[in-house]
């Protein structure tokens, strides 16, 4: 993205309205989408937002205004076809450039409204504007395909801000994820309930991990005018789905969100609170222990996520053909879970990178055959690696595994194929 300059003094006053928004971009253009050749067809894209989630210098461009990296966009090229933008794309405005438009992926513009203008606000209704425009011939990555724009002709843009407020969110669970009612630091944890997110998103939902090139190697807690805190402190969203669109993953008919709990050594009763477009709801009590550990689970919610030496699905072949095989007695393989807490060594707050080996190590059952487990750490951003060797207790099918860590076991009826 162009770096610009911008004075916004007089916007930023309105930005503490938390009402939903619609941002569209429309014209001519000459392209490809999902690998057919287009010319002269009207391309749209929809942007669904929410006032609270706009802010100054952040996610993108830095003296910009902007939306959210991971903004829900939808691509509609007339008579071609329809998908949902899949990158960290954006809407930013430039005030005093008298600018609007679409950044996309690495920085680089989509493409640039330009119109003589001077004062205005992203929380009001405005336009149609229109413009001169300026196209990047990158790719703009969809879940329909890729599209790229060869040019773009009489483009405009729209605004359209609700004057409903969002409804309030309502939690009505928390878990670890896969796993138990219990939560512990640096532990992943999926929230369910109503109105937690905007019931306009896309059916697949809406997912961002890690952090920025721009974001100094922190992540972002909030993603889209979402927020959630554990005991007051700020939790790092990696992904959210609605219930309402059909298609939606979130098949409990619950919305859903995935975050990682901070760094806090609180033990005992805490609160989880999730903010929507700047309306919070109540808190909902949950239990913060010292670990909550807890296996995550393969798409028939029975297998354990684990992988060979070579880093290819253990699971039943039927799992996944082609892909997924079992283990086999005696072999080191590596269990991939969460909840363990915190290792030996120091962690950085909402740091993009962790690593660090556990104070010690868990203990493993396979099919109630303790299993030596050579190594257990810190692999990723809340994601522990246990390796392990299965032992010659383990039956030929699937086996029963769990592993206990200070005084907590994983979930029950977790299976792990083996075959002998």
Same mark, same amino acid.
């Given at each position: 993205?162009i770096?610009r300059?911008?004075?916004?003094?007089?916007?930023?006053?309105?930005l503490?309205f938390?009402?939903p928004?619609?941002?569209?971009?429309?014209g001519?253009?000459?392209?490809?989408?999902?690998?057919?050749?287009?010319t002269?067809?009207?391309v749209?894209?929809?942007?669904?937002?929410d006032?609270?989630?706009?802010? $100054?210098?952040?996610?993108?461009?830095?003296?910009?205004?902007?939306? %959210?990296a991971?903004?829900q966009?939808?691509?509609?090229?007339?008579?071609?076809?329809?998908?949902?933008?899949?990158g960290t794309?954006?809407?930013?405005?430039?005030?005093?450039?008298?600018q609007?438009?679409?950044?996309?992926?690495?920085?680089?513009?989509?493409?640039?409204?330009?119109?003589p203008?001077?004062?205005?606000?992203?929380?009001?209704?405005?336009?149609p504007v229109?413009?001169?425009t300026?196209?990047f011939?990158?790719p703009?990555?969809?879940d329909a395909?890729?599209?790229?724009?060869?040019?773009?002709?009489?483009?405009?843009?729209?605004?359209?801000?609700?004057?409903? $407020?969002?409804?309030?969110?309502k939690?009505?669970?928390?878990?670890?994820?896969y796993g138990?009612?219990?939560?512990?630091?640096?532990a992943?944890?999926?929230?369910?309930?109503?109105?937690?997110?905007?019931?306009?998103?896309q059916?697949?939902?809406l997912?961002?991990?890690?952090?920025?090139?721009?974001?100094g190697?922190?992540?972002? %807690?909030?993603?889209?005018?979402?927020?959630?805190?554990v005991?007051?402190?700020?939790?790092v969203?990696?992904?959210?789905c609605?219930?309402? $669109?059909a298609?939606?993953?979130?098949?409990?008919?619950?919305?859903?969100i995935?975050?990682l709990?901070?760094?806090d050594?609180?033990i005992?009763?805490?609160?989880?609170?999730?903010?929507?477009g700047g309306?919070?709801?109540d $808190?909902?009590?949950?239990?913060?222990?010292?670990?909550?550990?807890?296996?995550?689970l393969?798409k028939?919610?029975?297998?354990?996520?684990?992988t060979?030496?070579?880093?290819?699905?253990?699971?039943?072949?039927t799992?996944?053909?082609?892909?997924?095989s %079992?283990?086999?007695?005696?072999?080191?393989?590596?269990?991939?879970?969460?909840?363990?807490?915190?290792?030996?060594?120091d962690?950085?707050?909402?740091?993009?990178a962790?690593?660090?080996?556990l %104070?010690?190590?868990?203990?493993?059952?396979?099919n109630?055959?303790?299993?030596?487990?050579?190594y257990?750490?810190i692999a990723g951003q809340?994601?522990y690696?246990?390796n392990?060797?299965?032992?010659?207790?383990?039956?030929?099918g699937?086996?029963?595994i769990?592993?206990?860590y200070n005084g907590?076991?994983?979930?029950?009826n977790?299976?792990?194929?083996?075959s002998?």
């Amino acid at each position: 993205m162009i770096h610009r300059t911008l004075l916004l003094a007089g916007v930023f006053a309105a930005l503490c309205f938390g009402n939903p928004e619609t941002i569209v971009f429309t014209g001519t253009a000459d392209g490809q989408f999902a690998g057919k050749d287009f010319t002269g067809k009207k391309v749209t894209f929809t942007f669904l937002t929410d006032t609270a989630a706009i802010a $100054p210098g952040t996610f993108c461009c830095y003296d910009n205004l902007t939306t %959210p990296a991971g903004t829900q966009g939808l691509i509609e090229v007339d008579g071609v076809g329809t998908g949902h933008m899949t990158g960290t794309q954006g809407v930013f405005v430039n005030e005093q450039e008298g600018q609007m438009g679409i950044w996309y992926y690495d920085y680089r513009d989509s493409f640039d409204i330009l119109w003589p203008v001077g004062k205005y606000d992203l929380t009001t209704n405005y336009g149609p504007v229109t413009g001169t425009t300026f196209v990047f011939p990158g790719p703009i990555f969809s879940d329909a395909g890729t599209l790229y724009l060869t040019s773009m002709q009489g483009a405009s843009a729209t605004v359209t801000v609700s004057t409903t $407020p969002a409804p309030k969110p309502k939690i009505t669970a928390v878990t670890t994820a896969y796993g138990g009612t219990t939560v512990s630091q640096n532990a992943w944890i999926a929230i369910l309930g109503t109105n937690l997110v905007s019931s306009q998103l896309q059916a697949p939902g809406l997912s961002w991990v890690g952090s920025q090139p721009y974001m100094g190697g922190y992540m972002e %807690p909030k993603l889209n005018g979402v927020t959630v805190t554990v005991n007051g402190k700020p939790a790092v969203i990696s992904y959210y789905c609605s219930s309402v $669109p059909a298609g939606s993953p979130c098949t409990t008919g619950k919305d859903q969100i995935n975050a990682l709990v901070a760094l806090d050594n609180t033990i005992g009763p805490v609160n989880v609170v999730v903010t929507n477009g700047g309306v919070a709801s109540d $808190p909902f009590p949950v239990t913060m222990a010292a670990v909550s550990p807890s296996m995550l689970l393969l798409k028939d919610n029975v297998h354990l996520t684990a992988t060979h030496g070579n880093y290819s699905i253990i699971g039943p072949t039927t799992l996944y053909p082609g892909a997924s095989s %079992p283990a086999t007695v005696g072999e080191t393989i590596a269990l991939w879970t969460v909840g363990f807490g915190l290792p030996s060594n120091d962690l950085i707050p909402n740091g993009d990178a962790q690593h660090g080996t556990l %104070p010690t190590l868990p203990v493993c059952l396979i099919n109630n055959a303790a299993a030596t487990v050579v190594y257990a750490g810190i692999a990723g951003q809340g994601l522990y690696q246990i390796n392990l060797t299965v032992p010659n207790g383990a039956t030929n099918g699937d086996n029963p595994i769990s592993c206990t860590y200070n005084g907590a076991t994983t979930q029950a009826n977790v299976m792990l194929a083996v075959s002998r």
